[in-house]
């Protein structure tokens, strides 16, 4: 009797199934890891000591103190999670968030252009993940909700699961209804010229820690950067706060009748993770609604240009408000830095 390729595939899917399933046993995995360490440093060390009994030009070489191999054991860097493409079942983020996957979900496009699929929660906070084709985010699915009369889009601080894709890490879901015990997920891939690929998801369940960690120190912002044509445009002002204490910064900057450029950006585990507001003089810039962008870096540096409308001319100043948010109750217990940084444009 023929098998078809969906055959073999639903043949597969069955028999990974229990493998996807299987927690990741990260506590043997680092113990077994550091011994596998010691003993490594150990032959080093006496290896180190055999040749030490070697005269070289007159000098006796010392073999490795205890102190030196415990300093070198210390040295170790930390055994850190695998990445969540491969959508494990549990997984912890550096700030102590623990990830428990409850469900997921194959999305076989050409053939599919849409799976749904019921998820039994808890009231946890949830979030998406998916093991992206290697040519993603082209075309990226998008991820709805079912309410009793209405469909609506799941994810937050933005609708996409790009993020998913280019910083290897879970995309939030909106809030669902209190009470909400199960709920019915759809992922839906768009129209595209790009020939679809399969896509796997995994639904989780996240818990904060429950000691908040001290935020790493911010990320100072350049002094300076080039724009597109080559321009040059110049820091003017800056001020960065700690979150969840402080959830928003405010410049006064002189105005130069110029574009003033902004440049605004979250660390630690809030970067990409927080809707972000911006006012100018007062007035919400409604345009710029957005998502607290992640860091700038030496290859990418984000950043508006405010544009001269409802500016004061010269002599005058610019107020620019930057306010960060979540719908998300546990990001009060996930530490992060908010920085504003205020540039001059050149013309």
């Not at 639903?10 to 990260?26: C, Q, T």
């Not at 199960?182 to 790009?194: N, V």
Request: aromatic content about 6%; glycine content about 6%; hydrophobic content about 35%.
């Amino acid at each position: 009797m023929p098998v078809s390729r969906q055959d073999l595939h639903d043949l597969l899917e069955e028999r990974s199934r229990p493998a996807l399933e299987r927690p990741v046993p990260w506590d043997r995995l680092r113990t077994r890891t550091r011994a596998a360490r010691r003993r490594r440093l150990v032959a080093v060390a006496v290896a180190g000591a055999a040749a030490a009994s070697v005269v070289v030009a007159g000098m006796l070489v010392a073999p490795w103190s205890p102190a030196q191999v415990a300093q070198l054991r210390e040295a170790d860097p930390p055994i850190t999670a695998v990445s969540p493409h491969l959508l494990p079942a549990s997984f912890e983020e550096p700030d102590g968030t623990v990830y428990h996957r409850i469900a997921t979900a194959t999305l076989d496009a050409p053939k599919r252009s849409e799976v749904t699929f019921e998820v039994k929660v808890s009231g946890k906070p949830l979030a998406i993940m998916a093991s992206c084709p290697s040519r993603a985010p082209g075309a990226v699915p998008h991820v709805t909700v079912e309410k009793p009369v209405e469909r609506w889009a799941a994810l937050t601080p933005v609708p996409g699961l790009s993020a998913a894709c280019t910083s290897n890490r879970p995309v939030d879901v909106i809030p669902l209804p209190a009470g909400t015990r199960q709920a019915t997920f759809s992922i839906t891939m768009p129209k595209s010229r790009e020939q679809p690929k399969a896509w796997r998801f995994g639904v989780y369940e996240w818990t904060p820690p429950s000691t908040m960690k001290t935020p790493a120190p911010p990320v100072a912002p350049p002094k300076a950067f080039g724009g597109p044509s080559g321009d040059e445009y110049r820091l003017v002002a800056t001020r960065s706060v700690t979150w969840p204490a402080s959830r928003e910064v405010t410049l006064t900057v002189p105005a130069t009748g110029r574009a003033p450029v902004l440049m605004v950006y979250c660390g630690d585990g809030i970067a990409r993770r927080l809707s972000e507001e911006i006012f100018v003089n007062g007035r919400l810039e409604k345009e710029l609604r957005g998502d607290c962008a992640a860091p700038p870096t030496t290859h990418s540096q984000g950043y508006t240009v405010l544009g001269r409308k409802n500016l004061p001319g010269p002599g005058g100043t610019t107020t620019i408000k930057v306010r960060v948010s979540s719908p998300i109750p546990e990001y009060e217990r996930r530490p992060g830095t908010l920085t504003v940084a205020v540039y001059d444009s050149p013309r």
